[in-house]
């Protein structure tokens, strides 16, 4: 297992994070984030939404609606299982949808559908600290997911 902690220090440096980050991001690539309400998470979508290229004004969480599909060289795959209650819910998703080879698949509250994540998933924890600062810790047991870890050692704040 690989892991990294940063701390960010307003909303400006978590998108700025985001932005970092996707430029290691690569079609297949899966992102499990976690955090309570109000932690960041629809924050560094954005920033990563920004970083691919995308438009980000169309970012919002998807807690309504499960799911939204950002079209742009790699299409985002936008997915927030909050609402997700019980195994079976969460086995009824398609999967083949949610986990392209072509798309970056981002999912907040992604333990609520733990058991289909794949293995190659980048698991991003939100922690929310005092003010705007966020602990923000990256972990990952797959090689590529190692990969796109240890290049964020390298983020600066």
């Known amino acids: 297992m690989k892991t990294v902690t940063l701390m960010t220090h307003s909303a400006e440096n978590t998108e700025a994070l985001g932005v970092y980050l996707a ?4 079609g297949g690539d899966v992102l499990g984030l976690t955090g309570d309400l ?15 290229g995308l438009d980000t004004a169309q970012v919002k969480s998807p807690t309504y609606v499960l799911m ?22 969460v086995n009824a998703l398609d999967v083949d949808l949610m ?29 929310y600290q005092d003010g705007d600062q966020r602990n923000i810790v990256f972990e990952a047991q797959h090689a590529r997911a190692q990969d796109i870890v240890q290049y964020m050692e390298s983020f600066e704040k």
């Open 23 to 26: 430029r290691r991001l690569k």
């Open 68 to 89: 939204h599909e950002y079209p742009g060289e790699i299409p985002v795959i936008h997915m927030d299982a909050y609402r997700l209650e019980g195994a079976g819910e």
């Open 38 to 52: 109000g932690a960041g998470k629809t924050t560094l979508v954005r920033g990563l939404a920004s970083g691919l």
């Open 99 to 127: 986990f392209h080879p072509h798309k970056v698949t981002i999912i907040e509250w992604a333990k609520n559908c733990e058991a289909i994540m794949p293995q190659q998933t980048v698991w991003i924890h939100l922690d």
